[in-house]
């Protein structure tokens, strides 16, 4: 069974940061697999923020989160962060974790529907 597990949320002011931890929990290893973050806004849809393969780990970045935020990985383990600067008040969503045991080309990296496994979320709020 597998276990996404996301953590860091909160809420932060204007032009501030936040980091996002998800740790994801199976009988396998994701070390090798790539990993994603998605958020979705209340009345939006899922949106693709960042990705990063697992043996690569070469990066990948939604243009509206791009010089940003910064997704990165435990080497050997299935850790994923994402770093997030200067804060805007339109990056308020709930964040989440994905994975998948495959290896999808680089475009495909942007869809949900390439993610098996999904977390439950963390809220981040940005706010005066």
């Known amino acids: 069974q597998v276990q996404l597990v996301e953590s860091g949320g909160g809420l932060v002011q204007p032009g501030g940061s936040l980091r996002l931890s998800c740790s994801a929990t199976?009988?396998?290893?994701?070390?090798?697999?790539?990993m994603a973050w998605f958020r979705q806004a209340p009345g939006k849809e899922r949106e693709f923020v960042a990705a990063?393969?697992?043996?690569?780990?070469?990066?990948y970045y939604g243009d509206s989160v791009k010089n940003r935020f910064t997704v990165s990985r435990d080497r050997g383990k299935s850790t994923v962060f994402l770093q997030m600067n200067n804060l805007r008040p339109e990056d308020t969503a709930v964040y989440y974790c994905?994975?998948?045991?495959?290896?999808?080309?680089?475009?495909?990296?942007?869809?949900?529907?390439?993610?098996?496994?999904w977390g439950q979320g963390t809220q981040v709020t940005v706010s005066s």
């Open positions: 199976s009988d396998r290893t994701f070390s090798t697999y790539p």
């Open positions: 990063i393969r697992g043996n690569s780990g070469s990066t």
């Open positions: 994905a994975a998948d045991f495959g290896s999808p080309i680089s475009s495909f990296l942007r869809r949900a529907s390439t993610y098996t496994y």
